[in-house]
């Protein structure tokens, strides 16, 4: 699930932001500066929930980052571009807080902001936090083997009213024990 949120986010920017053909799904894209701006989109941490114990459900809280780097030729056209992008990433995710039909909701938590003059251009970078929570089916029964169920173990406790000769169900079960 937490694949089709980043991959739903990275869909929902596309062709929306500055970046447009750089908006990627990973912690390791990397990007030389000609090719700014990019976007990043990446998971973060991932708290869970029983949500429901029968069948169990669990209520997920994915913690992801979005993250928007730029570059101009100097402070003010950063700053411009960078603005910008975050204030459409900002409009497109509260547009479909759901996702779709994903998640319960989208929540944006925090915004930082970095600045960098070092290199041959001035970068711009603002990583955009959202807590998005959602329910998850622990298992996907049809996909789980039974194999587990081998493992069942019953107790029984049958009072014995027979003669020797009869069989009765203390005989049926001691047999199965063996």
Known sequence: MRKLVLENI???????????????????????????????INSVSENT???NESPRTYRRLLILNVECITTGSDFKESDAILESMVKTTEQIIESNEYLNGLER??????????FSSEGQSPVAAA?????????????????????????????????DNTTENEIDATDIVDNLNK
């Open 10 to 40: 990275q869909e929902a920017l596309t062709d929306k932001v500055v970046a447009k053909d750089y908006i990627f799904v990973n912690r390791g894209a990397q990007a030389e500066i000609k090719e700014l701006p990019v976007v990043n």
């Open 105 to 114: 909701t989208t929540i944006l938590n925090d915004i930082d902001y970095d």
């Open 127 to 159: 990583v955009l936090t959202y807590n998005c929570e959602y329910i998850e089916s622990a298992q996907d029964f049809n996909k789980v083997a039974y194999d587990a169920l081998i493992s069942v173990n019953s107790d029984w406790k049958i009072k």
């Open 49 to 51: 929930s029983v949500f």
